[in-house]
């Protein structure tokens, strides 16, 4: 069965320290990752997939088929960073889109 | 902001009584999406839809209908039937699919049955 999988419902670092958000993902093809955030009051939005290879605000998230996850990292995180952060799932041609529970990022000064 | 449109912001519902959670978009996005987020749970499918006149069960549809007449709008009615009605209701849309194309999420409708 398809699944997303995030083991932190919390994550509390202070400003400077790294951030990693864990995502684990359960499928049997080639999926595509994504990962959404969630700032407080505004809409739900898509920080990076990982087609891109590509840096967004200082995030970067690699692929390990291996190990079946699509880890959120930062070198040095910021206030401005506290979110909520979803991992999602696509596969191939399909038009379903699985997220995992969430994991809170609070930074603090 | 912008783009895509949900109404109202809160809706309050009696038990019995079915109710329609309006989302409109201006992107010209072909696919548009009903998601449920409860706390804890992230977000789940209810209904998706690739095009004008045609729309697919997600993963938790029992209880829910949608109509998708016009590009625009997709129009999602929680009906009696549904046990647990009160959450949080997403809406998305796309250009086309997800594995190509970014959703984009409106502001949501939350809804409380009294």
């Known amino acids: 069965a398809q699944r997303v999988t995030q083991p932190e419902k919390l994550l509390s670092v202070f400003k400077g320290a790294p951030v990693e958000l864990k995502c684990n993902y359960s499928?049997?093809?080639?999926?595509?990752l994504f990962w959404y955030v969630q700032y407080s009051r505004q809409r739900l939005q898509l920080l990076l997939r990982?087609?891109s290879r590509e840096s967004i605000k200082g995030f970067t998230a690699d692929l390990n088929k291996g190990e079946t996850s699509f880890h959120l990292k930062k070198p040095f995180a910021q206030e401005e960073d506290s979110a909520m952060y979803y991992c999602?799932?696509?596969?191939?041609?399909?038009?379903?889109?699985?997220f995992g529970s969430g994991t809170r990022l609070l930074v603090r000064p | 902001d912008g783009g895509i449109t949900q109404s109202p912001k809160y809706l309050f519902r009696k038990e019995g009584q079915n109710v329609t959670l309006s989302c409109e978009q201006n992107?010209?996005?072909?696919?548009m999406y009903w998601y449920r987020q409860d706390p804890g749970q992230g977000l789940r499918l209810i209904y998706y839809?690739?095009?004008?006149?045609?729309?697919q069960k997600g993963d938790i549809a029992e209880g829910y209908s949608v109509s998708r007449e016009k590009k625009e709008s997709f129009p999602l009615t929680v009906t009696s039937a549904q046990k647990n009605p009160t959450a949080f209701y997403l809406c998305?849309?796309?250009?086309?699919?997800?594995?190509?194309?970014?959703?984009?999420f409106g502001p949501g409708t939350r809804l409380t049955v009294l």
């Open positions: 998305a849309s796309s250009m086309s699919g997800p594995s190509t194309d970014t959703q984009y």
């Open positions: 499928y049997s093809g080639s999926p595509e």
């Open positions: 990982h087609i």
């Open positions: 999602a799932l696509s596969g191939g041609s399909s038009y379903k889109l699985i």
């Open positions: 992107l010209n996005h072909d696919a």
């Open positions: 839809s690739q095009i004008v006149n045609d729309f």
